[in-house]
């Protein structure tokens, strides 16, 4: 045996459902690193059906597909090093979940094992019990004389307090060691939060410490609908980080991952090689609209913050020719915020235009006035956001592009938000950023301007200081309707991603500020559910990881009592 196992690491990024393509690019990608000479290369979880795929599994052609990929990839491995390549294989039982998420060693030309994944989650934005059969036993295999174990992604997390309670009682990294494994693996599918890359890291450098193996860990990476995977593959042993695939950007490396206990690595970095909202989001954007088949995004710029921010990460994630502004002022706005936004188009470098809705707002009006109920207060302020709508998506559909939602999270939190207003669109790329999050994210764009920016700052001074506004009458603020964002956003992260009851959070603020809060932000379930997903950012997104009734009562039982 060796002092050293040479590990090739296959950063991939998968376009869901594409087995045929993503099979390609780890054929390529596996060639390439043949050259390098590593004993063995592993690509991420489900690689080759990409992650998640969801009730696409339910379909026998795509387990077909991945069975006759996985049979040309080990074809490959004839004249080559070992594969591990992450698929989801059928089961030999009659009875249960038809399908493993399975780690499948590929070698000599055949497939010589199988992993299954034995922890599954289900909770916040995973499903894996609707479509799984869990495994049971490790795996552990022999590569160039060294003892190779195998797990995946959450059999790495199986500690992890979730809800308030942790999952699972099994321990698959502790097993695969006990079973004789001087090295693991994890093909994984780790969705990215705020924070998380170094969260990783200590969880994997204390593995590594609790087994006595170095471990590898090998992550997806690329936007996929809501959620967005950062790479950051790794390799820590002897209280080391070895190596560290670079972040929201696909990659391949061999690592020689030393078997005597000594490392040249460095400690785990709490920045986490400085991954940030900015990469993230732009990842997750770029990513929606190639895998979509879309190039071009449609935004519509009120002069705020808001649709500021979005526009620009727009024109950082697909470039300026792909991006087109629309200012839609109305009797109400001012010119001010016309001036805003023009010259944050100009900044950019986009295509922009302003197109007045006064008079078909006040067209409208005049017809609900005159054949059916006059339209006052709120409604109809809201007929203004709702043609801004209309004409957002006009404009796309004849431009054949997609329309993004500016909207925050602290707005739709508590259905601060015109329904089939401001919220249509294909994607809320903001739709995860706190309030304080977007000014963060203005500043980010400020201190370093997409490369096309034509000056500097990019987002004007006028913007970041404004009120904010939904300007759907004269003198509006959102202060005047919703609780201060600097007292609203603590509120909401702890009930949304704390999981706080009211009695707790009132600890700290005012009862009646928190009680509306709270309330307004059940009450406006019917809408999270018709807008558009929010590109997850935060440990609890209000997309697809926030399952909460529509129709029903439970204000009564957010006191804790």
Not at 27 to 55: H, I, N, Q
Not at 72 to 82: F, I, N, Q
């Amino acid at each position: 045996m060796d002092d050293e196992l040479r590990v090739g690491i296959i950063q991939h990024n998968p376009v869901v459902g594409d087995v045929a393509g993503n099979a390609a690019r780890i054929a390529d990608e596996y060639a390439a690193l043949r050259e390098t000479d590593p004993d063995l290369v592993v690509t991420p979880e489900l690689s080759l059906v990409g992650y998640p795929p969801r009730d696409l599994l339910h379909r026998p052609g795509i387990l077909d597909a991945q069975a006759s990929a996985l049979d040309d990839l080990a074809s490959r491995t004839a004249e080559g090093p070992p594969l591990i390549a992450g698929a989801a294989v059928r089961t030999e039982r009659d009875t249960g979940p038809p399908i493993h998420n399975a780690a499948v060693v590929l070698r000599d030309g055949t497939r010589s094992a199988a992993y299954h994944k034995r922890l599954l989650p289900t909770y916040d934005v995973f499903d894996e019990h609707r479509y799984f059969r869990p495994g049971s036993d490790p795996l552990v295999i022999d590569v160039a004389g060294t003892a190779v174990g195998i797990t995946i992604c959450e059999d790495a997390w199986q500690d992890a307090v979730v809800t308030g309670t942790r999952r699972h009682d099994e321990a698959p990294l502790a097993d695969t060691a006990a079973a004789g494994a001087e090295v693991i693996l994890t093909l994984s599918a780790s969705p990215f939060s705020l924070n998380k890359p170094a969260r990783r890291e200590n969880r994997f450098l204390a593995h590594a410490a609790e087994t006595g193996c170095p471990v590898v860990f090998a992550n997806q990476v690329g936007g996929n609908d809501e959620l967005i995977f950062d790479g950051h593959s790794l390799v820590a042993a002897d209280g080391r980080i070895l190596a560290r695939l670079p972040g929201f950007a696909s990659d391949t490396a061999v690592v020689a991952v030393p078997l005597d206990g000594e490392s040249g690595g460095r400690s785990a970095d709490t920045d986490a090689g400085g991954s940030s909202a900015r990469d993230a989001l732009a990842l997750g954007l770029r990513d929606y609209f190639r895998k979509t088949g879309f190039d071009e995004a449609v935004v519509g710029l009120s002069g705020g913050i808001d649709s500021s921010v979005a526009v620009t990460l727009a024109a950082d994630a697909l470039g300026p020719d792909n991006v087109y502004g629309v200012s839609l002022p109305s009797a109400v706005t001012s010119q001010q915020s016309v001036d805003d936004a023009r010259a944050v188009a100009a900044n950019l470098g986009i295509e922009f235009d302003v197109v007045p809705i006064g008079t078909t707002v006040e067209a409208i009006t005049e017809t609900l006035d005159a054949n059916a109920t006059p339209l006052t207060a709120v409604a109809a302020e809201n007929v203004q956001a709702r043609v801004r709508g209309a004409v957002l998506m006009g404009i796309a559909n004849q431009r054949n592009a997609l329309v993004l939602t500016p909207d925050n999270k602290s707005e739709a939190a508590v259905g601060y938000c015109t329904l089939y207003g401001d919220t249509v669109g294909a994607l809320a790329p903001l739709g995860d950023c706190y309030k304080r999050v977007v000014y963060e994210l203005a500043e980010a764009f400020n201190d370093a301007p997409p490369s096309s920016a034509s000056s500097s700052p990019v987002i004007p001074t006028s913007v970041i200081e404004k009120e904010p506004s939904a300007e759907l009458r004269s003198g509006q603020a959102d202060e005047q309707e919703i609780p201060a964002y600097e007292v609203l956003d603590p509120i909401l992260e702890q009930y949304i991603e704390q999981g706080r009851d009211a009695n707790l959070i009132r600890d700290a603020y005012p009862d009646h500020v928190v009680d509306d809060a709270l309330r307004r932000t059940t009450h406006a379930e019917f809408k999270r559910r018709q807008t558009p997903p929010p590109l997850r950012i935060t440990q609890k997104a209000l997309g697809r990881g926030w399952n909460y009734p529509i129709a029903a009562a439970y204000d009564h039982v957010l006191d804790g009592s």
